[in-house]
């Protein structure tokens, strides 16, 4: 069966860190650029991060997103979480190697991040 699945969700405190997992199944992701978005009551779903073909790991803006090919997993991690990072986040396959367009063919179930003292 083709699907993602994405795990690590939690409530954390402000300034806590959660690393999100996206595993796959049914395909390789190894060759496919991989997102992560996110979608806050309220609001529209945001796009997050976005990691091409042959990153193993790389941080912006404070995010951190890397693959490991061999668990065919990605993973997100943002540190110092702040309460309006509560959201569910989803990851999704896009359908080229490279973190361009908005194409994005396949669609986890989303895990919850509650940001909470």
């Known amino acids: 069966q083709v699907q993602l699945v994405e795990s690590g969700g939690d409530l954390v405190q402000p300034g806590g860190s959660l690393r999100l997992s996206c595993t796959a199944s049914?395909?390789?992701?190894?060759?496919?650029?991989m997102g992560w978005f996110r979608h806050a009551p309220g609001k529209e779903r945001e796009a997050v991060a976005c990691?091409?073909?042959g990153v193993l790991n790389s941080v912006e803006n404070r995010v951190t997103r890397s693959r490991n090919n061999a668990k065919n997993t990605v993973y997100l991690q943002m540190p110092d979480h702040k309460y309006e990072d509560t959201a569910v986040y989803y990851c999704?396959?896009?359908?080229?190697?490279?973190?361009?367009?908005?194409?994005?063919?396949?669609w986890g179930q989303g895990t919850q991040v509650t940001v909470s003292s």
């Open positions: 990691i091409s073909t």
């Open positions: 999704a396959r896009h359908a080229g190697a490279v973190c361009r367009g908005d194409n994005y063919d396949l």
């Open positions: 049914g395909f390789t992701l190894s060759s496919l650029a």
